[in-house]
């Protein structure tokens, strides 16, 4: 039996607070002050409903490593880091099992932070123009507007580029080391007193926030470096042209690909592999679901795809193409700007590739510490299991994080009722956008005869294929060539990206991590569609053009619908 203990806390982490209170229904929370919330972007980190365990474990950290960022920069006085019991006055909840951000905290750090606004960060991390507005005036609570806080402005001008720095070379140590620590903790045998396997949970816990800290610094310089250069990219007179300047940087996800290819060719060992990206799996922010480390099934399936292709394919030979692509687009914008906004230029594009590749550094390393809470939750659950006090193992998720401190008497009677409750909220969808408490409704409903689908442009370039529908990663695979359609992806979807020929997606915005990763590999991709998974349906002939935004359905898969095909 391998021992568990605290060696897993990074320097500086802080435990959480008592500010982040839990009622009767851990998955939902009322508030019926005006506050405008969106459900947009979370799905990235919450692709369904998560269970009580993944909420109450990771839905604080969520929180808290968000305000300790914004304190970080300087956007908010260093009294928000603490989470505070009314949710009116949060930055996140959750309703009916859908965790949402509070838009109007959103817009207040928008109009904080020198050199970009509530609408830019509404256009950029939420994905839509005037989001506010819109959700505010369908409650008829009127139309949100910018209202700059320059008083803030002299704060974060004096403390981001020092909180530039220190996050930048905490995060390439926290990858070091999270990386070390996750690959002991995972590889043991199982064992270990529900004590220590609870240390280790909390220890992941407290990681999460260390990193997750660190990573909102990132992010948030990420977001002002794409805004300044789309600024630029549109006086220039070359609108979009943002998305081949941004990318090519080699984010951490590129190299889960390349060694998926060298697995697919038997390059490497299988142990090899999963030494290193193990952590992954569908839907990996959520503990219940495997990891490529516990099921390699969807591992062997997504290798099955990867076998198919020709060798001439493989993510190397890409890679130098895209590069090229992104310094003529560099070379084109800086001729056009001339000499004086050409020195901004330059400087942003250093921004851009010091900085862009450390936001998905941070996600794949907070992965890795959810994956060791996963580990112990579900050694945890064996152990409960075995004492009579749950029937199956994996019932431990249905529990929040104190009741496995003192597991309650009735626990078979509160899993069989919070399993009931989890399934009649995942039959449910939130608006992407609401004031006060939201009217969920049922998913799927009809999408009416409207076939048009837009959205925002995100990864240029123009394709045609036929369309793969997935709603939940593992349901299906994307065949080569084929153009995925999903409603948001997490690092877990890297991989079927390569072998698509372009994406859509539903939320999400210009520096989500799906545009990211497309921009990445070089695919087109229109992103924030709203509708494309309930307007669009596998084997529909489409073009996508990852500039304008446009997603055109050309056919249905035995009624033409348009003749006239992408030139």
Known sequence: MTPLSTSGRAPGERRLGDGWVIGEDPLHQDCDAPITWTTVNLAEAFPGVPTPLTWTVVGPVFEA????????????????????????????????????????????????????????????????????????????????????????????????????????????????????????????????????????????????????????????????????????????????????????????????????????????????????????????GELATPSWRQSDAPLEALLATYRKLDDDASPAAGRADRLAVRDAAERRLLAALGPARGVQARLLFGMAHRYMPLRELGRCTFLKAI???????????????????????????????????????????????????????????????????????PIGGPGGGDTSVTGLGVSSGIVEGNARVIVELGDDEVESGEILVCRTTDPGWASYFFVAGGVVIDVGGPISHGAIVARELGIPCVINTRNGTQRLHTGDRIRVDGTTGTVTLIQHPNHPIQKEHAR
Not at 211 to 219: A, E, Q, R
Not at 230 to 258: C, F, I, N, Q, W
Not at 424 to 435: I, N, Q, W
């Open 371 to 441: 994956d060791v809470a996963r580990y112990a939750a579900v050694q945890i659950g064996a152990g409960l299991a075995r004492d009579g006090l749950l029937d199956t193992p994996e019932d431990v998720f249905q529990l929040c994080l104190h009741e496995l401190d003192d597991t309650p008497a009735d626990t078979r009677a509160l899993v069989a009722s919070r399993r009931a409750r989890h399934t009649e909220y995942s039959r449910l969808e939130l608006p992407d956008v609401f004031t006060g408490m939201p009217v969920p409704t």
């Open 65 to 284: 490593m968000a305000r300790g960022g914004w304190v970080m920069i300087g956007v908010m006085p260093r009294s928000y880091a603490a989470v505070p019991a009314n949710v009116e006055d949060r930055l996140m909840t959750i309703f009916h099992g859908r965790p949402a951000f509070s838009l109007e905290a959103w817009r207040l750090f928008g109009d904080s932070m020198p050199g970009t606004s509530a609408e830019a960060v509404e256009t950029q991390i939420f994905g839509a123009g005037s989001t506010a507005g819109a959700g505010a005036s369908a409650a008829g609570a009127g139309t949100a507007r910018s209202s700059a806080n320059r008083r803030r402005y002299p704060v974060v001008a004096a403390k981001m580029p020092s909180a530039a720095r220190r996050s930048r070379l905490a995060m390439l140590e926290l990858a070091g080391s999270t990386d070390r620590w996750w690959r002991s903790a995972v590889s043991g045998s199982p064992g270990g007193s529900r004590a220590e396997l609870l240390d280790l949970l909390r220890d992941a816990q407290a990681r999460i926030l260390t990193i997750g800290s660190h990573h909102t610094v990132l992010s948030m310089l990420a977001f002002a470096t794409y805004e300044q250069v789309r600024l630029l990219s549109s006086r220039a007179g070359m609108p979009g042209l943002e998305t081949e300047v941004l990318g090519g940087d080699g984010a951490e996800e590129a190299r889960t690909v390349e060694d998926l290819w060298q697995l697919s060719r038997d390059r490497i060992r299988r142990s090899e592999f999963l030494e290193r990206h193990g952590f992954h799996g569908p839907a990996e």
